[in-house]
């Protein structure tokens, strides 16, 4: 007697849904950095996106991913992304670090790319 395998329901990511970038992750990997952008959208889904940027500088890192992401398209917002580094980088107790002056690197590359986007898209 074969029994059936429990399926649970699988919602697939929609390649229309909208997402925006929650938290950008910095990792050290050698002589680059490891960026993961933590993306959600409305209908409560997650997704991380990585790159690795190529160079050690962290803020030519960030805007480096802040392009990436605002290139794909369907990402319409970074407003409020924090910028953390991971336990690498961690000088105290704390498992992640903000940084807030990286915050805004990101947040200014990724608008200026989304305006090129979407005056290609006119």
Known sequence: MSRRKYRQEVRPIRATSMWRVDQVFLNLRGQRIEVTCSLVNDDGGL????????TRDPKEAVEFAARYIAAKGNVYRAYGARVRWTKLLATDDIDLVRDHVLEDAFLDAFEETLAEVRDRMR
Do not use: E, L, S
């Open 47 to 54: 997704r991380n996106d990585m790159t690795i940027a190529p």
